[in-house]
T-cell receptor
């Protein structure tokens, strides 16, 4: 029973293409996140959704558009892919509430390679 | 904005020995949480240990323990009796206690374990 799943795990595509990464969580959490891990392994938040509503949008190019059809899903669509978009993208989820126990559960990551 | 600094890009330890990974952070908040995540070659993000800032007692989880110095804004991870399976990237992370905020990560420390 995978808590946070992402598809695909690997994605190789050409510059200029449009691609999507899907994320699903079966934990009943109401907050989901997208993080980007660059080639130097640095992890940084991109977006955060709470109950399908965008609450955090870091400085990310407009070519990146998250979509949350329901609480359990948060997809990431990327238009006009560029070489610099090559990275590992992690989805995560957590439950709203005060306290450290609303820890974030991470998906397995999607390695995107743009040629 | 909060920042997390890991000053050791790489560390190595002999099997069965003890190693300490350093982390410092900068924040003006008084309530927050600190985490250490492990990322093995499989790239899965695994929570190793967490610390609540309001707790003076250092967290421990089996062979993993932290040295939390709130005034110094320091949060080091000690791994005792190192095992080959401990070899991985280790990330220190900060999260505000207010709301369901995303994690702020350090740049990571790559730990090698020598047999």
């Amino acid at each position: 029973d995978t808590a946070v799943s992402q598809t695909p795990k690997y994605l190789v595509t050409q510059m200029g293409n449009d691609k999507s990464i899907k994320c699903e969580q079966n934990l009943g959490h109401d907050t989901m996140y997208w993080y980007k891990q660059d080639s130097k392994k640095f992890l940084k938040i991109m977006f955060s959704y709470n109950n399908k509503e965008l609450i955090i949008n870091e400085t990310v190019p407009n070519r990146f558009s998250p979509k949350s059809p329901d609480k359990a899903h948060l997809n990431l669509h990327i238009n006009s892919l560029e070489l610099g978009d090559s990275a590992v993208y992690f989805c995560a989820s957590s439950q709203v509430g005060w306290g450290p126990h609303n820890e974030q559960f991470f998906g397995p990551g999607t390695r995107l390679t743009v040629l | 904005a909060q920042t997390v600094t890991q000053s050791q890009p790489e560390m190595s330890v002999q099997e069965a020995e003890t190693v300490t990974l350093s982390c410092t952070y900068d924040t003006s908040e008084s309530d927050y949480y600190l985490f250490w995540y492990k990322q093995p070659p499989s790239r899965q993000m695994i929570l190793v240990i967490r610390q609540e800032a309001y707790k003076q007692q250092n967290a421990t989880e089996n062979r993993f323990s932290v040295n939390f110095q709130k005034a110094a804004k320091s949060f080091s991870l000690k791994i005792s009796d190192s095992q080959l399976g401990d070899a991985a990237m280790y990330f220190c992370a900060y999260r505000s206690a207010t709301g369901n905020t995303p994690l702020v990560f350090g740049k990571g420390t790559r730990l090698s374990v020598i047999a």
